[in-house]
Nanobody
């Protein structure tokens, strides 16, 4: 079994900052891409940022220059530093990881965290 556990969400005022964390645990051989998605009420889930195993990053245009994704491979953890938060950043944030579970099997499984609420409001 593999679990992704997110933390760090909450309520913050516009212009504030939050840092999200997502730790993967369980039967893991290696982790390929990791990412953060978000879903606001009445909207589709969208990619916020992603990072490869070699630390190449990709960001949605709406968060470029404000959000930074990073990872700690020794801890199987991905982070999302969110600065200059805006009310339109309010959403449930989900982490995602493409995980190879076994050395003898090259199949990559996609896992999701349970989601953490981020609310930006004065």
């Amino acid at each position: 079994q593999v679990q992704l556990v997110e933390s760090g969400g909450g309520l913050v005022q516009p212009g504030g900052s939050l840092r999200l964390s997502c730790a993967a645990s369980g039967s893991i051989f290696s982790i390929n891409d990791m990412g953060w998605y978000r879903q606001a009420p009445g909207k589709q889930r969208e990619l916020v940022a992603s990072i490869t195993s070699s630390d190449s990053t990709n960001y949605a245009d709406s968060v470029k220059g404000r959000f930074t994704i990073s990872r700690d491979n020794a801890k199987n953890t991905v982070y999302l530093q969110m600065n200059i938060l805006k009310p339109e950043d309010t959403a449930v944030y989900y982490c995602n990881a493409d995980i190879r579970r076994f050395a003898w099997n090259t199949y990559v499984y996609k896992y999701w965290g349970q989601g953490t609420q981020v609310t930006v409001s004065s």
